[in-house]
């Protein structure tokens, strides 16, 4: 019995030193595996570099604000108490200065005139008489056949002849008036945008007929805040971006004076070219730019920035071991295919023109050689 357990503990014994010996003995097939594989080396990225260039390009401002006419006319009633007969105009229709847009009743008003020129023609013949009586009274008073009283009461009838008269002519001319302001006339050229006008209607003076868009001259009310109002000049040419993608120019014309105390922004008033303001209407909310001069700028390929976590990076390389540096920049405006730095690199730089998002700060990189006066169109 215990002759077989002490066989049975060599047995395991052996197996145990048989098994350790095959792990740590030198050459196995095992470490020659290992051994056989060597650690890769990470192969560098080739990237290109480009210089900042230093460019003058146009200045712009982005504004964003609403379509409004330039000026518009309300036409009102100047009658009262004649109904409206006849509307000859709707919204969308384009009058010249003159035309009638609408008839009231004249009936009444031209009864009326008839009665003031019959009161005119009446003082008329009376002057008439006055003047032949005060004729007589001189050549009589020439012989001194007429009392000076007489003479004197022959003058004073004249002279109220003619005033009756003047005082017949005035109230003519008033009924003539009344009669005028029958007829509703456009006082300019422009297109109508609002009728109030409605048959059988009775007038009352002040009471609003229809509203005039003024030589169809639309404007584009620019809202900005007093750091960039401060930049605009009357003269200014924009651009504005209607929805739908229509593009409109105009030229800045006013700048408010003063700014909306609630927003602490002002107006810029531009005036929209004719030409490309077909499709604009008033009302309507546009975005857009006004162009306040030239500045110089330092400029890169928009390849060439990185965001990363909010901010704006590029790749700086060192071309004697081909090692990158990352440095954050500021940005400005953009042209075509290039973008202004502001700040965070300096001319003369060597700086990745694109792949940036594939590198970290201090990689290993291969230097393909480039252009560096090949500005893809920037000047």
């Known amino acids: 019995m215990k002759l077989r357990f002490f066989s049975a503990l060599a047995i395991a014994l052996s197996v145990i030193v048989i098994g350790v010996f095959t792990t740590v003995v030198p050459g196995s097939a095992d470490e020659k595996d290992q051994r056989g594989k060597e650690t890769p080396v990470p192969t560098a990225l080739t990237v290109s570099l480009v210089e900042p260039k ?21 036409i009102s009633a100047e009658i009262s108490g004649a109904p409206l007969i006849e509307v000859l105009v709707d919204v969308g229709y384009n009058v010249q200065p003159g035309d009638i847009l609408a008839l009231f009743d004249s009936t009444q008003a031209r009864t009326q005139l008839a009665q003031q020129q019959a009161s005119l023609n009446e003082a008329k013949a009376h002057l008439t008489e006055a003047i032949g009586e005060a004729k007589r009274a001189k050549q009589l008073d020439a012989r001194d056949a007429l009392s000076e009283q007489e003479l004197i009461r022959a003058k004073t009838k004249e002279q109220a002849a003619r005033a009756q008269v003047q005082l017949a002519q005035a109230r003519l001319d008033a009924q003539q008036l009344s009669l005028d302001k029958t007829k509703v006339i456009a006082p300019d050229s422009g297109v109508i945008t609002t009728r109030n006008a409605t048959l059988g209607a009775i007038g009352t003076p002040g009471a609003e007929l229809f509203r005039l868009l003024r030589q169809n001259r639309l404007e584009w009310h620019a809202e900005l805040t007093a750091e960039s109002l401060v930049k605009v000049s009357p003269g200014d040419m924009t651009e504005i971006q209607l929805p739908g993608g229509i593009l409109l120019t105009g030229t800045v014309r006013q700048i408010a004076p003063t700014l909306n105390a609630g927003t602490r922004t002002g107006i810029v008033f531009v005036a929209l070219d004719a030409a490309t303001a077909n499709h604009a209407r008033v009302g309507m909310f546009a975005a857009g730019t006004i162009n306040v001069g030239e500045r110089a700028a330092l400029a890169l390929p928009t390849s060439s920035i990185v965001h990363r ?12 071991d081909g090692r990158t540096t990352e440095q954050r920049v500021i940005t400005g405006r953009r042209f075509s295919d290039w973008i202004e730095i502001t700040e965070g690199v300096t001319s003369g730089a060597d700086v990745v023109r694109s792949g940036g998002a594939f590198l970290t700060n201090g990689d290993h990189v291969k230097i393909l050689d480039w252009p560096m006066n090949n500005l893809g169109g920037v000047e």
């Open 54 to 74: 230093n460019v003058v390009w146009p200045e712009i401002i982005k504004a964003s604000g609403a379509i409004a006419a330039w000026q518009e006319a309300t």
């Open 309 to 320: 976590d909010g901010y704006e990076y590029i790749f700086l390389v060192d071309r004697e």
